[in-house]
């Protein structure tokens, strides 16, 4: 049995290596959030071959076995493969490559595409969402060489965000390269700068387009306004409809329920999500419970004449889009059928409303005890020198987790985080907290070497 003294020791020469590799791991990640691998942008198509073909090659250096692996219609996926000591567990380390699109280059301080140092963050899109997530597998391979102490299979897909529509198709048909009896997810956050998490729950999606007709052309706003009700103003009482007065979501029979009993004061959520001075938070309940357990409505897209070509017209079509979070214990695709009856029953003045569906993602709960959990928590506490981590919900979604969850059930799923709530993932001026980074990367390689007592934690 090992001692204190002996984990003690190997802690130490960990925090070392992962310290003497951080420089190289930075360096890689530089590279990678260079090339623009919006997976959701089609003129970039031979972006996201590319930077799938860099993630191969940072991995193959390592002396893993590599395979590119490519559902018809998808990204590809790298999956990557190295043993540890006869007997041990095998640990599968996921991220993803593709990234969201950047935007208006406008609203950031630097290029997006060009990582630039300011403040102890590393500023440029995928530098945390999710490049970091595959920097931090790189940098806890890396720190312990060719003695690595449990079997490591690495998948990093290529399509996660828009909605990983070949996972399942390649969990299937690859069902047996990644098994494994442990699942680290590097997509989430962590509680705070200097205060680690675990991600135990996750709220689903579903989304749609709605469009509004009235007219079946446009006609001038002067001689028919008043009687004639236009496609706009229409839209906009409907939209209204999604939210009660408090502003909780109004759609009948969505899943609700109780978080944690963890605060997060309203100072800290304003500061994080950089709302206005003097606009009012909206729903009812705790600020957590709201976040993560209860669902959410935001209109995310409009389709509409724009202000600068208007004319004094009323506007016989507008469109959409709404996107609708949903609380761990919903099914996506019941939510997504309440969500439509409700927009096609509360049509204002008798206008024509259709509905087109769009993603589906389902909401996902983890029971995380056990062994491997406490591994983690162990790990996350040696790593923050002594902070112990927290389990949080999430509000985002990552649908993939239940398709995991399903395809590999004695699998244990630990979420871990790269972000920190001043991230911006999907924003501009994405960041990564540099600092902290390295307690992630230090902290997996240490969870790692824990995993390899798993057996005998389980026994």
Not at 133 to 156: C, E, K, S
Not at 235 to 243: F, G, V
Not at 402 to 414: C, K, M, S, T, Y
């Amino acid at each position: 049995m090992a001692t204190d003294t002996d984990q003690d020791s190997s802690g130490s020469h960990l925090r070392a290596r992962v310290a003497a590799e951080m420089p190289r791991v930075r360096r890689d990640l530089e590279d990678l959030v260079r090339i623009q691998s919006v997976s959701a942008d089609p003129s970039r198509f031979d972006e996201v071959r590319r930077s799938g073909d860099a993630t191969a090659a940072l991995f193959r250096d390592e002396g893993f076995d590599v395979q590119t692996i490519i559902s018809e219609g998808g990204q590809p996926a790298i999956v990557a493969r190295k043993t540890g000591p006869s007997g041990s567990p095998t640990v599968l380390l996921y991220a993803h490559h593709d990234v969201q699109p950047e935007g208006d280059h406008a609203a950031w301080i630097s290029e997006p595409f060009d990582p630039t140092e300011r403040d102890g963050r590393l500023f440029a899109r995928g530098a945390a969402d999710d490049k970091a997530g595959i920097a931090a597998h790189l940098a806890a391979v890396r720190a312990h060489g060719d003695d690595l102490p449990v079997n490591v299979t690495v998948f990093v897909e290529g399509e996660e965000e828009v909605g990983s529509p070949t996972l399942a198709t390649l969990l299937a048909d690859h069902h047996e390269l990644l098994r494994s009896d442990v699942i680290i997810i590097a997509d989430s956050t962590n509680w705070a700068v200097g205060r680690p998490a675990l991600t135990t729950s996750l709220r689903g999606l579903v989304d749609c387009v709605v469009e509004v007709r009235t007219l079946n052309h446009g006609v001038h706003s002067g001689m028919w306004g008043g009687v004639v009700p236009d496609a706009l103003t229409s839209l906009a009482r409907l939209l209204a409809t999604l939210h009660d007065d408090e502003g909780n979501v109004a759609v009948v029979g969505l899943a609700s329920g109780t978080a944690s009993s963890l605060d997060y004061p309203e100072s800290s959520l304003r500061r994080d999500s950089g709302i206005l001075d003097g606009v009012e938070l909206y729903g009812s309940g705790s600020i957590v419970d709201r976040l993560w357990i209860k669902p959410a409505i935001a209109v995310i897209g409009l389709d509409a004449t724009k202000v600068d070509d208007a004319s004094n017209t009323l506007i016989p079509a507008a469109r959409a889009k709404i996107s609708l979070r949903l609380a761990p214990g919903d099914e996506a695709g019941a939510a997504l059928i309440r969500l439509r009856e409700h927009l096609v029953n509360h049509a204002p003045w008798g206008a024509l409303v259709s509905v087109e569906d769009g993603e589906i993602g389902q909401p996902f709960a983890i029971d995380a005890h056990g062994p491997a959990y406490d591994a983690a928590r162990d790990a996350f506490r040696e790593a923050w020198d002594g902070t112990a981590p927290v389990d949080i919900g999430v509000g985002g979604s990552i649908p993939f987790i239940a398709a995991f969850a399903e395809r590999f059930p004695e699998a244990a799923i630990l979420v871990t985080g790269v972000e920190d709530p001043d991230t911006r993932a999907h924003g501009a001026n994405e960041g990564l907290h540099l600092a902290e980074f390295q307690r992630v990367c230090l902290a997996e390689a240490l969870l790692l070497a824990k995993l390899a007592k798993l057996a005998k934690l389980t026994d």
